[in-house]
């Protein structure tokens, strides 16, 4: 095996030493760059000679590195998780980038995921939506038998293809508005569409939204950056999804007889 | 009301009801321009569906707070929406600004919008309030005789002989100014490009828009918007050029 060619890039990170405060960004030389190793590891490296020299680690979110956890989130020359699409920060790698560059590191931008410190964000803004309405009412005990509830191929596919959001928030990183319409997209329509989700479906729905707007993420201009931005290339095809079971919701709920009086709910 | 409250209140509430009332309002200015382009018949045709849409008394002013209201509301959403998304920024905003896939129509929404709200504003003042141009106005209009009779779907509803106003004059005298033909060139040319983005984003609000046919409402948008533009361009054009006189 040969050793591939290293090279060296400029990073210019967003330095900001805790919540609410004066932010800027910095210029850091990084030499030797080997092009298999992940962005993150690239910023590992970097960390370690920063710590070295008795200076700051650059801060950022990181877990799994291998695209399934949501962790990471660098907005990477202006587009969240990097150029390269469909993949996370973590699953971008130095071989998309050439000797010379400069690269500009920021963290998300939402008024609903403030900066923690440097490139770290809190994004559990997702977690309180998704507390909202993102479960199922379900007998717990005993594994039910597997084939009671028959699912459709094409709907079963349908779910899963929502249900691979990993909350990341590139979404909301990567729209004018800060709308978190596609990820609520994804976890309504991936418990929507099966019969599982049905009993809340409508109660779901209205619940995740109104949650949504009160923590102050913006609305769909349907520009579709979002699904361009998303790792897991949900497709904005659930957004349509969501604005109809919305107003299916809101309609239903407005004219559904109520039980007489007496009833505990 | 619950109802109210989340139509009214909430994000998808407001786009919902900015998708609704844009129908109306897409339907409205086709039927707008499909009447006007009668100014290139017989000065029969446009006269006597003027004068037609005149008689309609009650029904006409009906039409007219019906459509007001939809554009107050198209608007009303329309703003606060953007200001709700430009708080929802956050006071920080990238050093790298980049659009991956969003169209340039859809980026200038807002812009074209109020253009085309002030162009509205300019457009009632001067044909229909008559403060703009005095003299296009229709106190001020010449009159004209019906040679024929004017019919709706086979109805008669301007008898021959009628005594009615010569809104083909006006329309000649107001684009006679050659800046009135100008700003109406441009306000037509941003309505189109405002309804390149909207018709299409619309039937995303209203959850009908899907990959499979999603190619195919965007062909069918953009030959409307160029068809709507050209049909509007031809009546200003027309009066500049001298062709309608
Ligand atoms: C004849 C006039 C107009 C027509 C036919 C029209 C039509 C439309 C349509 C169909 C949409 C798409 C709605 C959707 O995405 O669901 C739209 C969006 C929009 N309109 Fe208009 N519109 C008109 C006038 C105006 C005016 C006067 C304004 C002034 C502010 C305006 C501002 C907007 C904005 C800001 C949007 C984008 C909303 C969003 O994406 O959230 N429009 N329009
Ligand atoms: S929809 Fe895509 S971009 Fe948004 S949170 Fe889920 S995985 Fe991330
Ligand atoms: S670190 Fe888990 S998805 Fe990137």
């Given at each position: 095996?040969t050793?591939p060619k290293?090279?060296n890039?400029?990073v210019r990170?967003?330095?900001?030493?805790g919540?609410?405060?004066e932010?800027?960004?910095?210029?850091?030389p990084?030499?030797?760059?080997?092009?298999d190793?992940?962005?993150?590891?690239?910023?590992d490296?970097?960390n370690?000679?920063?710590?070295?020299?008795g200076?700051e680690p650059?801060?950022?979110?990181?877990?799994?590195?291998?695209g399934?956890c949501?962790?990471?989130s660098?907005?990477i020359?202006?587009?969240?998780?990097g150029p390269?699409h469909?993949v996370?920060?973590?699953?971008?790698?130095?071989?998309?980038?050439?000797?010379?560059?400069r690269?500009v590191?920021?963290?998300?931008r939402a008024?609903a995921?403030p900066v923690?410190?440097d490139?770290?964000t809190?994004?559990?803004?997702f977690?309180t939506i998704q507390?909202?309405?993102?479960?199922?009412?379900?007998?717990?005990?005993s594994?039910?038998?597997?084939n009671a509830?028959?699912?459709p191929?094409?709907?079963?596919d349908?779910?899963?293809?929502?249900a691979?959001c990993?909350g990341?928030?590139?979404?909301v990183a990567a729209?004018k508005n800060?709308?978190?319409?596609?990820?609520v997209?994804s976890?309504v329509?991936?418990?929507?569409?099966?019969p599982?989700?049905q009993p809340?479906?409508?109660?779901?729905?209205?619940a995740?939204?109104?949650t949504m707007d009160g923590l102050?993420?913006?609305?769909?201009?349907?520009?579709?950056?979002?699904?361009a931005?998303?790792?897991?290339?949900i497709?904005?095809d659930?957004i349509?999804?969501l604005?109809r079971d919305y107003?299916?919701?809101?309609?239903r709920?407005?004219?559904?007889?109520?039980?007489a009086?007496?009833g505990e709910? | 009301?619950d109802?109210?409250?989340?139509?009214?209140?909430?994000?998808?509430?407001?786009?919902l009801?900015?998708?609704?009332?844009?129908?109306?309002?897409?339907?409205?200015v086709?039927?707008?321009l499909?009447?006007?382009?009668?100014?290139?018949e017989d000065?029969?045709r446009?006269n006597?569906?003027s004068h037609?849409l005149?008689s309609?008394?009650p029904?006409?002013?009906a039409?007219r707070?019906f459509?007001?209201v939809?554009?107050?509301?198209?608007?009303?959403?329309?703003?606060v929406l953007?200001?709700?998304a430009?708080?929802a920024?956050?006071?920080?905003?990238?050093?790298?600004?980049?659009?991956i896939?969003?169209?340039v129509?859809?980026?200038?929404?807002?812009w074209?919008?109020?253009?085309?709200?002030?162009?509205i504003?300019?457009h009632l003042?001067?044909?229909?309030?008559g403060v703009a141009q005095?003299?296009t106005f229709?106190a001020?209009?010449?009159h004209?005789?019906?040679?024929?009779?004017?019919?709706?779907?086979?109805v008669?509803?301007v008898?021959?002989g009628?005594?009615?106003?010569?809104?083909?004059?006006?329309?000649?005298?107001?684009?006679g100014n050659?800046?009135?033909?100008?700003?109406?060139?441009?306000?037509v040319?941003l309505?189109s490009?405002?309804?390149?983005?909207?018709?299409d984003s619309?039937f995303?609000?209203?959850?009908?828009?899907?990959h499979?046919?999603?190619?195919?409402?965007?062909v069918v948008?953009?030959?409307?918007c160029?068809?709507?533009?050209?049909?509007?361009?031809?009546?200003?054009?027309a009066?500049l050029?001298?062709?309608?006189?």
């Amino acid at each position: 095996m040969t050793t591939p060619k290293t090279f060296n890039v400029t990073v210019r990170v967003w330095r900001q030493v805790g919540p609410g405060r004066e932010g800027r960004f910095v210029e850091y030389p990084a030499r030797g760059v080997n092009p298999d190793m992940s962005f993150l590891e690239m910023l590992d490296v970097l960390n370690d000679e920063l710590a070295a020299r008795g200076e700051e680690p650059i801060a950022f979110s990181h877990d799994c590195r291998e695209g399934i956890c949501g962790t990471c989130s660098l907005v990477i020359n202006g587009k969240p998780h990097g150029p390269n699409h469909g993949v996370a920060s973590c699953q971008t790698y130095m071989r998309s980038f050439r000797d010379g560059d400069r690269i500009v590191v920021e963290p998300f931008r939402a008024r609903a995921f403030p900066v923690i410190k440097d490139l770290v964000t809190d994004r559990s803004a997702f977690d309180t939506i998704q507390q909202a309405g993102g479960f199922i009412t379900a007998r717990t005990g005993s594994a039910p038998e597997a084939n009671a509830a028959p699912v459709p191929k094409h709907v079963a596919d349908l779910a899963m293809d929502a249900a691979q959001c990993i909350g990341c928030g590139a979404c909301v990183a990567a729209c004018k508005n800060s709308s978190a319409m596609l990820f609520v997209a994804s976890k309504v329509s991936h418990l929507g569409l099966l019969p599982q989700g049905q009993p809340e479906r409508d109660s779901r729905v209205l619940a995740m939204v109104s949650t949504m707007d009160g923590l102050g993420f913006g609305g769909c201009t349907n520009q579709y950056e979002c699904s361009a931005a998303c790792p897991k290339l949900i497709s904005h095809d659930f957004i349509a999804r969501l604005n109809r079971d919305y107003t299916k919701a809101v309609f239903r709920s407005a004219f559904k007889p109520e039980p007489a009086g007496g009833g505990e709910t | 009301m619950d109802l109210v409250r989340n139509l009214f209140g909430s994000t998808i509430g407001r786009k919902l009801l900015m998708a609704v009332t844009g129908v109306v309002l897409i339907v409205f200015v086709i039927g707008h321009l499909v009447g006007n382009l009668q100014v290139f018949e017989d000065p029969d045709r446009i006269n006597g569906y003027s004068h037609f849409l005149q008689s309609l008394g009650p029904a006409l002013w009906a039409a007219r707070i019906f459509l007001l209201v939809c554009v107050a509301l198209h608007i009303w959403a329309g703003t606060v929406l953007a200001i709700e998304a430009r708080r929802a920024r956050g006071a920080e905003s990238y050093a790298v600004k980049k659009w991956i896939q969003a169209t340039v129509a859809s980026r200038y929404m807002r812009w074209t919008g109020y253009v085309v709200l002030a162009f509205i504003l300019y457009h009632l003042a001067q044909f229909t309030v008559g403060v703009a141009q005095p003299g296009t106005f229709k106190a001020n209009l010449p009159h004209y005789t019906m040679k024929g009779a004017y019919r709706v779907l086979g109805v008669e509803v301007v008898r021959a002989g009628t005594d009615v106003l010569d809104v083909r004059s006006m329309v000649i005298l107001g684009f006679g100014n050659r800046l009135v033909a100008v700003f109406y060139i441009v306000a037509v040319g941003l309505l189109s490009l405002h309804l390149l983005h909207g018709a299409d984003s619309l039937f995303q609000t209203l959850g009908w828009r899907n990959h499979r046919w999603a190619r195919g409402l965007r062909v069918v948008v953009t030959v409307f918007c160029a068809a709507y533009f050209l049909g509007n361009l031809a009546i200003p054009g027309a009066a500049l050029l001298g062709v309608l006189h």
